[in-house]
């Protein structure tokens, strides 16, 4: 090992085992977990499982908040991988897969917008690669992206959308038709998986860019734009029009829920305030070097390579400020045009700010790494006590069995990461190979050593089995009250439970009665002709608790 020396940029292969550590850990192996990943599935295995596959639907219910790509596409997966692997796992493996298209078409947009960039092919022959890996690494670095990147949500079809319209629009100065093809598919793609408000940002890119840039107000452009409506047009009326041929209530609610009325909220310092502070987490480290990057190209003339990422990535977050959008997942698209734009200087950082930023993440990572390491040892020999005695606190009754294949390859995992930050050589580069590295050593390790502590508090499973037991041998339907969309997945998945809710007008014939309700309030009554019959919650959760009511036929 004195000898080895590991280059950077990584080769093809090195890059493809980076990824593939990145990526895979998590995907297989674990049930659905709260709330996100749970609520894709749910949705997916109703695909799958009853037949319908026009309308998405969750727990029995039409569900308007997304488009029905992802769920096609994991339904599919669910289909192909029954009997190989568990449906849960097939579902998020389709997640996977739209992520992975996400890497490769951001990885071409990179090299394509670099071309455009760069005339002498003397010089573009080395630096594509480097400019393309760089975009790669610095989208996998943002530490936002990792988790819900291993979850089934249909967000991870709107990147892989989003980032082929990218691909699409670095190639319209040299390949308008390949352009235009490429560019009305990705955007068709992306509104079919989120609906029309999610590429309106890119939409308002394409058209502000030909005002700046000079080699986008040619007959090229224009073929290529023309050829990307042409090709968009059968997305944005096929799926809808057969929602209206099926029921036009639904599409109704649909296009209600997808509308340009999202955006009729007035803006306040607040919602930006919160997207700003979730996003300087979410976005490191590509928003700092995004931030460089412009700096550095504020005085030269335009190009698309800047201009088109920066007014979808400004317009993006105006999206998320007027919708005021809840949760993490809206500024994931942000991630795509920020990466594209910063991987444009990685080359020209300066030495000392890519140094520090390398070796933040190397002490960070190897830090994260050895508690990752020191909580593995404690589950399995009970040393140090107090580390194992609190892991058992936070999930009573877990028992950790030891396995020698995650071991070995979370010990190999850790070798390459020790090697990699030793040996490597300086180069620009580096820093944003320590952060995707890095990220995906915690990941790895924590779901090599880790993912059946995580699971057994995450799962819905025990809980769903139990309720599932104490029902009463005939029953007309469940009312549910208060129970959350990843619930009423998570039941309808590991127990076939559909209920009918309570908000939204249930059937009077009900006999049964599920609620949902925080632990730590007082028991509310449902009413004197209610009587429970069933209490549960998950193992180690101190907030959420199930209880389970029957009628009382002979009281009012």
């Known amino acids: 090992m004195a000898g080895l020396r590991i280059s950077l940029p990584l080769g093809r292969i090195p890059l493809l085992i980076l990824v593939a550590i990145w990526l895979l850990p998590g995907l297989i192996g674990h049930d659905p977990w709260k709330n996100d990943d749970a609520i894709g599935i749910g949705i997916a295995h109703q695909f799958a499982s009853h037949g319908d596959w026009l309308l998405p639907r969750l727990a029995g219910e039409h569900y308007a908040d997304d488009g029905p790509l992802f769920y096609w596409i994991a339904a599919a997966f669910a289909r192909l991988m029954g009997g190989i692997v568990a449906q849960h796992d097939a579902i ?30 003397d010089s573009r022959s080395d630096d594509r690669n480097r400019r393309a890996d760089g975009v790669m690494l610095l989208f996998m670095g943002c530490t936002g992206l990792l988790v819900h990147a291993h979850e089934a949500i249909s967000e991870t079809a709107l990147l892989a959308g989003l980032a082929c319209a990218y691909f699409g629009a670095a190639l319209v100065e040299r390949r308008p038709y390949a352009a235009g093809a490429v560019l009305g598919c990705g955007l068709g793609a992306a509104f079919l998986a989120s609906g029309l408000a999610h590429i309106l940002p890119f939409v308002a890119a394409l058209l502000a860019t030909p005002l700046f840039v000079a080699d986008w107000r040619s ?22 029009a057969l929602l209206y041929a099926r029921s036009p209530e639904l599409f109704a609610a649909w296009l209600h829920q997808n509308s340009l009325a999202v955006l009729a909220h007035t803006p306040g310092l607040t919602a930006a305030g919160q997207a ?28 698309a390579a ?3 990422p920066l007014v979808a990535f400004l317009a993006g977050l105006a999206l998320v400020v007027l919708t005021r959008a809840p949760g993490e997942l809206p500024l994931l698209p942000l991630l795509l045009p920020l990466s594209l734009l910063g991987a444009q200087v990685l080359p020209d950082l300066r030495r000392g700010a890519a140094n520090s930023l390398a070796w933040f ?184 608790k199930f209880r389970l009511y029957v009628k009382d036929r002979a009281k009012p």
């Open 276 to 303: 700003l502070r979730t996003l300087a987490w979410f976005a490191w480290p590509a928003w700092p070097i995004a931030l460089w990057a412009l700096w550095l190209y504020r005085r030269k003339p335009g190009s």
């Open 92 to 121: 998020r493996l389709a997640g996977g897969a739209c992520i992975a298209l996400t890497l490769v078409f951001l990885r071409l947009a990179g090299r394509a917008f670099h071309d455009n960039s760069r005339r002498d092919s």
């Open 306 to 308: 800047v201009l088109l």
């Open 361 to 544: 993440g190397a002490m960070t990572f190897s830090l994260l790494g050895g508690l990752i390491w020191l909580g593995y040892l404690a589950l399995q020999t009970g040393f140090p006590p107090r580390i194992a005695a609190n892991a058992l606190r936070i999930e009573p009754g877990f028992v950790s069995h030891f396995s020698w294949p995650p071991l070995m390859a979370a010990i190999i995992i850790t070798l390459a990461w020790i090697a990699l930050v030793l040996r490597s050589e300086h180069a620009s580069q580096r820093c944003v190979t320590f952060w995707a590295a890095g990220l995906a050593l915690f990941w790895s390790l924590a779901m090599l050593l880790w993912l059946p502590w995580i699971d057994y508090g995450k799962s819905y499973r025990p809980v769903a089995r139990s309720l599932q037991a104490s029902l009463p041998k005939y029953h007309a339907c469940i009312i549910s009250r208060g129970l959350g969309d990843a619930q009423r997945a998570a039941f309808d998945y590991h127990a076939g439970i559909v209920t009918q809710r309570a908000e939204s007008g249930a059937r009077r014939d009900c006999t049964l009665l599920l609620t949902q309700d925080n632990s730590g309030r007082r028991e509310a009554s449902p009413g004197a002709s209610w009587k429970k019959i069933w209490e549960g919650h998950r193992a180690g959760d101190r907030v959420e």
């Open 219 to 240: 007959r090229n452009a224009l073929v290529a734009l023309v050829c990307a409506a042409l090709m968009l047009t059968p997305w944005l009326l096929t799926w809808p």
